[in-house]
């Protein structure tokens, strides 16, 4: 059993094992910080898709306007003091995520025996 939980806690979504193995408090902390940790990371993806827009429906029917247009957008979005802060919460969210990955390997190991059933 032990062995079960440490795999969905390391190899799954860390606090899933946990709250499994009967650590209630513990196990609820690791799924919130592993989901903002998660939703950190996709800041970057977020902002990206925020900025670059399709030109509108006229420019459709010309592929290499189109091509120019998503090519000036990508530019203007990728520059780097406009991608700084989006970055920088990525990394703090993969910081975040690998943190709780260690908490949640060092709390699979003490599971609760669970009680009998009741009659």
Wanted: charge should be positive.
């Amino acid at each position: 059993m032990r062995i079960v939980l440490a795999l969905l806690n390391l190899l799954g979504f860390p606090g899933v094992g946990t709250l499994l193995a009967g650590h209630k408090r513990a196990g609820l902390a690791q799924l919130a910080l592993g989901l903002s940790g998660f939703a950190l990371t996709l800041m970057p993806f977020i902002y990206l898709a925020g900025k670059i827009h399709l030109p509108p429906s006229e420019l459709l029917s010309d592929p290499s306007a189109v091509a120019r247009s998503l090519l000036e957008q990508s530019q203007q979005a990728l520059s780097a003091p406009a991608l700084l802060p989006p970055l920088s919460l990525s990394l703090l969210g993969i910081l975040l995520f690998f943190v709780n990955w260690l908490w949640s390997a060092t709390t699979t190991g003490k599971v609760r025996p669970t009680p009998p059933p009741l009659p």
